[in-house]
């Protein structure tokens, strides 16, 4: 029982981290899309380029962290094998994807109630829309914000999943020959 335990101590720390991260990326983005609003030109450019850029800051330190947390899960436990490591890498994605997520629902739901309708907006200015499809649009807005959890939720967990399983091949590590002194 204490073995599981410290898998879900170390994943939920791990798990907030990741999901920190997303979170922040959420919030820079909201920041940039307000200058968006007020930019022109070049401006605008550089908003979507400076996006851009968080994204990949954002894409390379959640591969970092989720490695790290990985590589100090089994240095902490030397008995850990690599089913184990994947165990605990696939809980943490689990974790990290929950809050997430969550805080999207939040954002979608509290913060900013509107962002679905801006989206309504934007498809009833397009001519290729019949009313037929944008009526059942309209039907599903009110949705969106629970849907948009559970796609973040399982979108993100199998993302994380699968990196775990990739990382957790060479964690521990498979080598023989690293045991042995010179």
Known sequence: ???????????????????GVSILYMLCTMLTGKLAE???????????LGNFVLWA???????????????????ADPTADNNRVFKFGMLTALLSAL?????????????????FDTALEIL???????????????EMIPRMPTIAFFMNLV????????????????????????DQQS
């Open 1 to 19: 029982m204490a073995e599981k335990n410290i898998i879900w101590e170390s994943a939920g720390k791990a798990g907030l981290a990741l999901g």
């Open 38 to 48: 007020s930019a022109s030109g070049f401006g605008v450019v550089a908003v979507s």
């Open 57 to 75: 800051v954002k894409f390379a330190a959640c591969l970092f962290l989720m490695r790290f947390f990985m590589l100090r899960f089994s240095q």
């Open 99 to 115: 809050i997430y997520s969550a805080f999207y629902l939040a954002y979608t739901s509290f913060i900013a109630p509107d962002t």
């Open 124 to 138: 009833r200015d397009n001519p290729y829309i019949d009313s037929n499809s944008m009526e059942q649009v309209e």
């Open 155 to 178: 979108y993100c967990w199998l993302f994380g999943t699968v990196l775990a399983a990739i990382y957790s091949r060479n964690i521990p590590s498979q080598n023989p020959f690293n």
